[in-house]
C-alpha cells in the first residue's frame, strides 16, 4: 500500500495562512490543503464528494471541514458526519518551507 | 399397578397444588380484557401469575372495532382475530370462552361461573365491556323475552354475522341510531346491497361528537351514499310476529324493513359487579389504579367507569390494561391512571372523521373557530381555553389531524393566528397530517430528504430535533420545511425526544443563549471568533459551523472595533460574492432603490462581455447580477465596475425594492423612490441575524411588494407612512404585521433602524424577520419600539448608528488591501470554470 503512495510538492507552506484552505494539485489530483488554528496540516481531496463543491473555500475547525455549498462536513479522517459518501484525504506535511503531499 | 397409576396421575395435581403463582381471573375477553393478559405476559406476569380468562362470548379474542369492515365484506372474519384459542393455550393462559360469569363471591374469593365452575382467585379483573342497548319498543320481544328474529345489535361478531345473511335472504333494513355504530352499520348494509333507512332519535347525526352544524355535513354525505337519513325519529313499536317487518315511528309513520339494526348506543355490562356487591353508578367505579371498592377487584375498560367518566373507545381501554398490568406485576407499583383525553379518528359513512376533546364552546371565554363548506362536505371547529386546544371537529377533511392531536395530547403551543390550526395559510406542506405522508415524499427540498430518512434517523438514535437535522441535513437549507421535520421527528420519537441542551443556543458551539453571550463578550471585551471559543466555549475548543454566526455577532457588537479573521467568515464574506453551484460566484452591484443610469449599465455590460459572464440577470430585487465569475476575476471585476457591492450573498441588509412614485406615476402618493435609497444608503451591508430585504411603496397598490419584505414602508398620501415589519415572499409568505404610520421620512428611518436593531440584538442566527416579529410578539414590539416601554429605544439608537458608521464598501476595501493571502485564488484547480451554462 505504502509504496504505491508518492510525495509531491505542491506549492510554498506559507501559501495556507492559519485558519484557512487552499486548492493545489498534486500529480494531477486537485487537493486542499488547510493549516489548522494550531498550526497543523491537513489535506483532503479539493473537489466535494457530494455535488462537487470546492472544499478548499469551506470552513474547518480541529475536528472537520465543511464544504460551503450545501454545508456537509467531514471528520478529518475522511468520514462524513452529515450522511454524505466518504472524503479522500490525504498525508500532507512542510519541509523546508515546501508543502508536500503524498497520494 | 394401582400404585403406579396413582402415581401417573398425582404429578398433575400435585403440580396444581404446588404452583404457588397468584391466581388472576379475568371476567371478559374482548379488547380489554385480552390486552390486560397481553400486558401481564409482556411484564413476565407469567412467572408469578397462573392466567384464567372467562369469556362470554365462544371465541377466541378479536378486533371488535373491525366488524363495521367485516360486514361491509371488506375484511374477512379472519382477518381481525385478535388471539386465537392456541395463542393462549401457547402462553399458559387458561382460556374458558363461552362461560358467562354469574357472581363473584369476594368474601371467599371464588369466581362461579354458569357452567357450575367455581374458581378461585388472588385478583379478579371485571373487563365486562358493555352490550347493544335496545331501547323499549312495543313488539321488539317475544314473548320469551329474546328480540324478535330480524331485530339484532351491533356489538359481536355472532351479530355481524347475523346481519350478514339477512343481506342475502332480505333487502331492506332500517338502523336505528344514528351515531358511530349506526353509520357504520348503515353503509355496509347498504354496500351489502340492501336498501337502507337510517332513523336517529335525535335531531342530527353523531349528535354525541358532532355539533348541528358538522352532523349536517355527514348527513349530506350519507344520503349521497344512498341512505334515507330520518332525524328526530323515534321508533315506538316493531312490527311482525315470526320476524320484523317494519317498525312505527312516534310521529305515525310506518317503515317498512326485513332486518332492524339497533344501535342506539350501548351500556356497561355491570349485573356480575352488581350481584357481586360492587359499587356501580353508570358503570362499576374505579380508583386511578382500577381498583373497586371491594379489595382484590378490579375493572377495566366500558364497564369502568373513572372520574366520573365511561370511556366507549379502545385507547382508554388499552390505558386501563396497561396500567393495571403494571400495578399487578409490579412492575411499576406507581402506576396510575388519570384519565384519558380521547381523540379518535375514523372513517364514517365514508367521510372521513376525527373528533377529539369537546365539540362546541362551554365557557364565554372560549375560542370558538369553525369553517363549514357543507357543499364540499366539510366542517372542521377547534376550541380553544386559555391558549390550549380543548376540542376538535373535523369532517370531510382530516389533513390537521396529526398537528391536532399532537395540540390537544401535549398541550403544545398554538399558532397565535388559530386558523393555522384548522388551514395553513403559508405553507402546503404542513397541512398533511406527518402520519399520512408517504414515507418517500421529500420533505426537505433543499436537501433531498424523504421522511423515510427522517424515520431512519430517529431509529438509528437521534433523539432529538438537531441531531436529526445534522445526521440528515433535513431543515438545513432555507429552513421552511424545519416545522415539519419537527413534527416528523416527534412523530417518529413517539414522545421520547430529548431536548437538546443546544437548542437554546445561539450557535451549537458556544453554551450560551444569545442574550447571556453578548453580555458575555461584552464582559471578556472578546473582539475576535478565536478569542470567543478560547473564552467562552467548552474545552476552548472552536467549531467551524459556528464561527459565521458569531462573526456577524462580533461585527454587530463592535462595528470597526471587531477583528477579522478570515477563517471565521464564510467564503462568501471572504470574498463578497455569493458562491454558486459550480464554485463560481455571482456579482451584484449596489444599485440603491433600484435605480440606476445609463453609465453604470455601459459599465455593467463592458464588465460582462470583457469577462464572458455566463449570464446576465435582472434580479428580484431590482439590481443586475453577472452570474458565473470565477474567483479570481472577482477583484478586477470589482475595479472595471467601480460600483460598491450590493451585498447580496451575506447574512445582511440586502436591497430597498421602491417603486417610482409621486415623481412618475400618476397615482404614486409620495416620494418612494427617494425614501428607499435613503434606507438603503442608511442601513446598507449591515450585517443581520439573517438577510433583510426592505421595499417602499408609493401607494397602497404595492407594486413593489413592500407588505411582503422584512422592512416594508407603503405610502398612504399626505406625507404618512406605514411600516410593516416581518413579512416575507420566499420560502415562507407572510403579510408583514404594520408595526406603525407615521408622518415624516425620519421618523421611518428612525423606527426601521430601532426594529433592525432590537432584531440584530435577539433574532437568533438565521432567524428571519418572519420568524422573529411573531416570536417577539407585535404587541411587545409595538411597545419597546414606540412607547419605549423597557427604556430600550437609546440603546437601539446608539447600537445602529455604531453600525453604521463602521460601514466601508468591501469591494473596495480589499481591492485596495487583499484581507489574506491567496484570498481570490482558485479552490478548484484543474476544473475549467464557469461550468453552468452560458447564455
Given at each position: 500500500?505504502?509504496?504505491?503512495?508518492?510525495?509531491?510538492?505542491?506549492?510554498?507552506?506559507?501559501?495556507?495562512?492559519?485558519?484557512?484552505?487552499?486548492?493545489?494539485?498534486?500529480?494531477?489530483?486537485?487537493?486542499?490543503?488547510?493549516?489548522?488554528?494550531?498550526?497543523?496540516?491537513?489535506?483532503?481531496?479539493?473537489?466535494?464528494?457530494?455535488?462537487?463543491?470546492?472544499?478548499?473555500?469551506?470552513?474547518?475547525?480541529?475536528?472537520?471541514?465543511?464544504?460551503?455549498?450545501?454545508?456537509?462536513?467531514?471528520?478529518?479522517?475522511?468520514?462524513?458526519?452529515?450522511?454524505?459518501?466518504?472524503?479522500?484525504?490525504?498525508?500532507?506535511?512542510?519541509?523546508?518551507?515546501?508543502?508536500?503531499?503524498?497520494? | 399397578?394401582?400404585?403406579?397409576?396413582?402415581?401417573?396421575?398425582?404429578?398433575?395435581?400435585?403440580?396444581?397444588?404446588?404452583?404457588?403463582?397468584?391466581?388472576?381471573?379475568?371476567?371478559?375477553?374482548?379488547?380489554?380484557?385480552?390486552?390486560?393478559?397481553?400486558?401481564?405476559?409482556?411484564?413476565?406476569?407469567?412467572?408469578?401469575?397462573?392466567?384464567?380468562?372467562?369469556?362470554?362470548?365462544?371465541?377466541?379474542?378479536?378486533?371488535?372495532?373491525?366488524?363495521?369492515?367485516?360486514?361491509?365484506?371488506?375484511?374477512?372474519?379472519?382477518?381481525?382475530?385478535?388471539?386465537?384459542?392456541?395463542?393462549?393455550?401457547?402462553?399458559?393462559?387458561?382460556?374458558?370462552?363461552?362461560?358467562?360469569?354469574?357472581?363473584?363471591?369476594?368474601?371467599?374469593?371464588?369466581?362461579?361461573?354458569?357452567?357450575?365452575?367455581?374458581?378461585?382467585?388472588?385478583?379478579?379483573?371485571?373487563?365486562?365491556?358493555?352490550?347493544?342497548?335496545?331501547?323499549?319498543?312495543?313488539?321488539?320481544?317475544?314473548?320469551?323475552?329474546?328480540?324478535?328474529?330480524?331485530?339484532?345489535?351491533?356489538?359481536?361478531?355472532?351479530?355481524?354475522?347475523?346481519?350478514?345473511?339477512?343481506?342475502?335472504?332480505?333487502?331492506?333494513?332500517?338502523?336505528?341510531?344514528?351515531?358511530?355504530?349506526?353509520?357504520?352499520?348503515?353503509?355496509?348494509?347498504?354496500?351489502?346491497?340492501?336498501?337502507?333507512?337510517?332513523?336517529?332519535?335525535?335531531?342530527?347525526?353523531?349528535?354525541?361528537?358532532?355539533?348541528?352544524?358538522?352532523?349536517?355535513?355527514?348527513?349530506?354525505?350519507?344520503?349521497?351514499?344512498?341512505?334515507?337519513?330520518?332525524?328526530?325519529?323515534?321508533?315506538?313499536?316493531?312490527?311482525?310476529?315470526?320476524?320484523?317487518?317494519?317498525?312505527?315511528?312516534?310521529?305515525?309513520?310506518?317503515?317498512?324493513?326485513?332486518?332492524?339494526?339497533?344501535?342506539?348506543?350501548?351500556?356497561?355490562?355491570?349485573?356480575?359487579?352488581?350481584?357481586?356487591?360492587?359499587?356501580?353508578?353508570?358503570?362499576?367505579?374505579?380508583?386511578?389504579?382500577?381498583?373497586?371498592?371491594?379489595?382484590?377487584?378490579?375493572?377495566?375498560?366500558?364497564?369502568?367507569?373513572?372520574?366520573?367518566?365511561?370511556?366507549?373507545?379502545?385507547?382508554?381501554?388499552?390505558?386501563?390494561?396497561?396500567?393495571?398490568?403494571?400495578?399487578?406485576?409490579?412492575?411499576?407499583?406507581?402506576?396510575?391512571?388519570?384519565?384519558?383525553?380521547?381523540?379518535?379518528?375514523?372513517?364514517?359513512?365514508?367521510?372521513?372523521?376525527?373528533?377529539?376533546?369537546?365539540?362546541?364552546?362551554?365557557?364565554?371565554?372560549?375560542?370558538?373557530?369553525?369553517?363549514?363548506?357543507?357543499?364540499?362536505?366539510?366542517?372542521?371547529?377547534?376550541?380553544?381555553?386559555?391558549?390550549?386546544?380543548?376540542?376538535?371537529?373535523?369532517?370531510?377533511?382530516?389533513?390537521?389531524?396529526?398537528?391536532?392531536?399532537?395540540?390537544?395530547?401535549?398541550?403544545?403551543?398554538?399558532?397565535?393566528?388559530?386558523?393555522?390550526?384548522?388551514?395553513?395559510?403559508?405553507?402546503?406542506?404542513?397541512?398533511?397530517?406527518?402520519?399520512?405522508?408517504?414515507?418517500?415524499?421529500?420533505?426537505?427540498?433543499?436537501?433531498?430528504?424523504?421522511?423515510?430518512?427522517?424515520?431512519?434517523?430517529?431509529?438509528?438514535?437521534?433523539?432529538?430535533?438537531?441531531?436529526?437535522?445534522?445526521?440528515?441535513?433535513?431543515?438545513?437549507?432555507?429552513?421552511?420545511?424545519?416545522?415539519?421535520?419537527?413534527?416528523?421527528?416527534?412523530?417518529?420519537?413517539?414522545?421520547?425526544?430529548?431536548?437538546?441542551?443546544?437548542?437554546?443556543?445561539?450557535?451549537?458551539?458556544?453554551?450560551?443563549?444569545?442574550?447571556?453571550?453578548?453580555?458575555?463578550?461584552?464582559?471578556?471585551?472578546?473582539?475576535?471568533?478565536?478569542?470567543?471559543?478560547?473564552?467562552?466555549?467548552?474545552?476552548?475548543?472552536?467549531?467551524?459551523?459556528?464561527?459565521?454566526?458569531?462573526?456577524?455577532?462580533?461585527?454587530?457588537?463592535?462595528?470597526?472595533?471587531?477583528?477579522?479573521?478570515?477563517?471565521?467568515?464564510?467564503?462568501?464574506?471572504?470574498?463578497?460574492a455569493?458562491?454558486?453551484?459550480?464554485?463560481?460566484?455571482?456579482v451584484v452591484p449596489q444599485m440603491k432603490?433600484?435605480?440606476t443610469?445609463?453609465?453604470q449599465l455601459?459599465r455593467i455590460?463592458?464588465v460582462?462581455?470583457?469577462?464572458?459572464?455566463?449570464?446576465?440577470?435582472?434580479?428580484?430585487?431590482?439590481r443586475i447580477d453577472l452570474?458565473?465569475?470565477?474567483?479570481?476575476?472577482?477583484?478586477?471585476v470589482w475595479?472595471d465596475l467601480g460600483m460598491p457591492s450590493g451585498y447580496a450573498?451575506?447574512?445582511?441588509?440586502?436591497?430597498?425594492?421602491?417603486?417610482?412614485?409621486?415623481?412618475?406615476?400618476?397615482?404614486?402618493?409620495?416620494?418612494?423612490?427617494?425614501?428607499?435609497?435613503?434606507?438603503?444608503?442608511?442601513?446598507?451591508?449591515?450585517?443581520?441575524?439573517?438577510?433583510?430585504?426592505?421595499?417602499?411603496?408609493?401607494?397602497?397598490?404595492?407594486?413593489?411588494?413592500?407588505?411582503?419584505?422584512?422592512?416594508?414602508?407603503?405610502?398612504?398620501?399626505?406625507?404618512?407612512?406605514?411600516?410593516?415589519?416581518?413579512?416575507?415572499?420566499?420560502?415562507?409568505?407572510?403579510?408583514?404585521?404594520?408595526?406603525?404610520?407615521?408622518?415624516?421620512?425620519?421618523?421611518?428611518?428612525?423606527?426601521?433602524?430601532?426594529?433592525?436593531?432590537?432584531?440584530?440584538?435577539?433574532?437568533?442566527?438565521?432567524?428571519?424577520?418572519?420568524?422573529?416579529?411573531?416570536?417577539?410578539?407585535?404587541?411587545?414590539?409595538?411597545?419597546?419600539?414606540?412607547?419605549?416601554?423597557?427604556?430600550?429605544?437609546?440603546?437601539?439608537?446608539?447600537?445602529?448608528?455604531?453600525?453604521?458608521?463602521?460601514?466601508?464598501d468591501?469591494w473596495?476595501?480589499?481591492?485596495?488591501?487583499?484581507?489574506?493571502?491567496?484570498?481570490?485564488?482558485?479552490?478548484?484547480?484543474?476544473?475549467?470554470?464557469?461550468?453552468?451554462?452560458?447564455?
Amino acid at each position: 500500500m505504502t509504496s504505491s503512495l508518492q510525495a509531491h510538492v505542491v506549492g510554498r507552506a506559507d501559501e495556507v495562512p492559519v485558519g484557512e484552505g487552499r486548492a493545489f494539485t498534486a500529480g494531477g489530483t486537485p487537493v486542499a490543503v488547510f493549516r489548522l488554528r494550531d498550526g497543523s496540516l491537513r489535506a483532503v481531496a479539493a473537489v466535494c464528494p457530494h455535488a462537487g463543491g470546492p472544499l478548499a473555500d469551506g470552513q474547518s475547525d480541529a475536528k472537520v471541514v465543511v464544504c460551503p455549498l450545501h454545508l456537509n462536513a467531514w471528520r478529518w479522517d475522511g468520514t462524513p458526519t452529515t450522511g454524505a459518501g466518504p472524503l479522500p484525504v490525504y498525508a500532507v506535511r512542510e519541509e523546508d518551507g515546501a508543502l508536500v503531499v503524498e497520494l | 399397578m394401582t400404585a403406579i397409576l396413582g402415581a401417573a396421575t398425582r404429578p398433575r395435581s400435585e403440580q396444581q397444588d404446588v404452583d404457588t403463582r397468584a391466581q388472576i381471573v379475568v371476567v371478559g375477553n374482548g379488547m380489554a380484557g385480552a390486552r390486560f393478559v397481553e400486558e401481564v405476559l409482556e411484564r413476565d406476569g407469567g412467572r408469578d401469575f397462573r392466567i384464567t380468562v372467562l369469556g362470554d362470548e365462544p371465541h377466541g379474542n378479536y378486533n371488535r372495532i373491525m366488524l363495521s369492515p367485516v360486514l361491509a365484506g371488506e375484511a374477512d372474519e379472519a382477518d381481525i382475530v385478535l388471539n386465537s384459542h392456541d395463542w393462549y393455550a401457547e402462553r399458559g393462559v387458561e382460556l374458558r370462552a363461552g362461560v358467562r360469569v354469574e357472581r363473584i363471591d369476594t368474601v371467599a374469593k371464588v369466581v362461579h361461573a354458569a357452567d357450575g365452575t367455581a374458581t378461585p382467585y388472588d385478583h379478579v379483573v371485571l373487563a365486562t365491556g358493555s352490550h347493544s342497548f335496545i331501547p323499549p319498543m312495543t313488539g321488539v320481544r317475544t314473548a320469551s323475552g329474546d328480540l324478535l328474529p330480524g331485530v339484532v345489535g351491533f356489538r359481536t361478531i355472532d351479530e355481524t354475522r347475523q346481519m350478514l345473511a339477512a343481506a342475502r335472504t332480505h333487502r331492506k333494513a332500517v338502523v336505528m341510531g344514528g351515531g358511530l355504530l349506526g353509520l357504520e352499520a348503515a353503509r355496509a348494509l347498504q354496500a351489502q346491497g340492501m336498501a337502507v333507512e337510517l332513523v336517529h332519535a335525535m335531531g342530527w347525526l353523531m349528535n354525541a361528537q358532532l355539533d348541528a352544524e358538522a352532523g349536517g355535513v355527514v348527513r349530506r354525505s350519507v344520503e349521497e351514499l344512498g341512505i334515507t337519513v330520518h332525524t328526530d325519529a323515534m321508533a315506538t313499536e316493531v312490527l311482525g310476529t315470526d320476524r320484523v317487518t317494519g317498525v312505527v315511528l312516534k310521529d305515525g309513520r310506518t317503515l317498512d324493513c326485513d332486518l332492524l339494526v339497533v344501535a342506539a348506543g350501548v351500556r356497561p355490562h355491570t349485573d356480575v359487579a352488581v350481584r357481586s356487591g360492587v359499587e356501580v353508578e353508570r358503570a362499576i367505579l374505579v380508583d386511578d389504579r382500577m381498583a373497586t371498592d371491594v379489595p382484590d377487584v378490579y375493572a377495566i375498560g366500558e364497564c369502568a367507569q373513572h372520574r366520573g367518566t365511561v370511556y366507549g373507545l379502545v385507547a382508554p381501554a388499552w390505558e386501563h390494561a396497561t396500567v393495571l398490568a403494571d400495578l399487578l406485576t409490579g412492575a411499576d407499583p406507581d402506576a396510575a391512571y388519570t384519565g384519558s383525553r380521547t381523540a379518535t379518528k375514523l372513517k364514517v359513512a365514508g367521510v372521513d372523521v376525527a373528533v377529539m376533546g369537546v365539540s362546541t364552546p362551554e365557557r364565554e371565554s372560549d375560542e370558538f373557530l369553525v369553517i363549514s363548506e357543507p357543499k364540499r362536505g366539510v366542517y372542521l371547529s377547534v376550541v380553544v381555553r386559555d391558549d390550549q386546544l380543548i376540542g376538535a371537529t373535523l369532517v370531510g377533511d382530516t389533513r390537521k389531524v396529526a398537528f391536532l392531536t399532537q395540540a390537544f395530547d401535549r398541550r403544545t403551543p398554538l399558532p397565535t393566528e388559530r386558523i393555522k390550526l384548522l388551514v395553513d395559510l403559508s405553507d402546503g406542506d404542513a397541512e398533511v397530517g406527518v402520519a399520512e405522508l408517504p414515507g418517500d415524499s421529500q420533505v426537505c427540498n433543499c436537501n433531498g430528504v424523504t421522511k423515510d430518512r427522517i424515520c431512519g434517523a430517529v431509529a438509528d438514535g437521534c433523539t432529538s430535533l438537531p441531531a436529526v437535522m445534522d445526521a440528515t441535513r433535513a431543515g438545513k437549507g432555507c429552513g421552511s420545511c424545519k416545522g415539519l421535520v419537527q413534527r416528523i421527528v416527534e412523530w417518529a420519537a413517539d414522545g421520547n425526544l430529548t431536548e437538546e441542551e443546544s437548542a437554546s443556543w445561539y450557535v451549537p458551539g458556544v453554551p450560551l443563549p444569545k442574550p447571556e453571550l453578548i453580555a458575555a463578550i461584552k464582559e471578556h471585551d472578546l473582539r475576535s471568533v478565536s478569542a470567543v471559543f478560547a473564552t467562552l466555549a467548552r474545552g476552548g475548543e472552536e467549531d467551524a459551523k459556528s464561527k459565521m454566526g458569531l462573526a456577524s455577532l462580533l461585527k454587530m457588537i463592535w462595528g470597526s472595533d471587531y477583528v477579522t479573521e478570515p477563517d471565521a467568515t464564510f467564503v462568501n464574506d471572504r470574498v463578497h460574492a455569493n458562491i454558486q453551484r459550480d464554485g463560481t460566484f455571482s456579482v451584484v452591484p449596489q444599485m440603491k432603490g433600484g435605480v440606476t443610469t445609463p453609465a453604470q449599465l455601459r459599465r455593467i455590460a463592458d464588465v460582462a462581455e470583457k469577462y464572458d459572464v455566463p449570464m446576465v440577470k435582472v434580479t428580484g430585487g431590482q439590481r443586475i447580477d453577472l452570474l458565473g465569475i470565477r474567483k479570481e476575476d472577482l477583484p478586477k471585476v470589482w475595479a472595471d465596475l467601480g460600483m460598491p457591492s450590493g451585498y447580496a450573498y451575506g447574512k445582511s441588509m440586502r436591497t430597498v425594492k421602491t417603486c417610482v412614485g409621486s415623481d412618475f406615476c400618476r397615482f404614486g402618493l409620495d416620494d418612494s423612490t427617494q425614501l428607499g435609497i435613503d434606507l438603503e444608503t442608511r442601513f446598507q451591508g449591515l450585517e443581520s441575524p439573517a438577510k433583510i430585504k426592505m421595499a417602499v411603496v408609493g401607494c397602497p397598490r404595492n407594486c413593489a411588494e413592500a407588505y411582503v419584505k422584512d422592512v416594508g414602508v407603503v405610502a398612504t398620501g399626505k406625507g404618512r407612512w406605514e411600516v410593516y415589519v416581518g413579512g416575507a415572499a420566499g420560502a415562507s409568505v407572510r403579510k408583514g404585521d404594520l408595526l406603525a404610520t407615521v408622518s415624516t421620512t425620519s421618523e421611518v428611518l428612525e423606527l426601521v433602524g430601532r426594529f433592525l436593531q432590537l432584531y440584530r440584538e435577539n433574532g437568533n442566527w438565521l432567524e428571519r424577520t418572519y420568524d422573529f416579529v411573531p416570536r417577539f410578539g407585535l404587541d411587545r414590539l409595538k411597545a419597546v419600539l414606540l412607547e419605549d416601554s423597557e427604556g430600550l429605544c437609546a440603546a437601539l439608537d446608539e447600537g445602529i448608528q455604531r453600525s453604521i458608521d463602521a460601514y466601508t464598501d468591501p469591494w473596495a476595501r480589499d481591492l485596495a488591501a487583499p484581507s489574506s493571502p491567496g484570498q481570490f485564488r482558485t479552490a478548484l484547480p484543474l476544473t475549467v470554470l464557469p461550468q453552468v451554462p452560458v447564455r
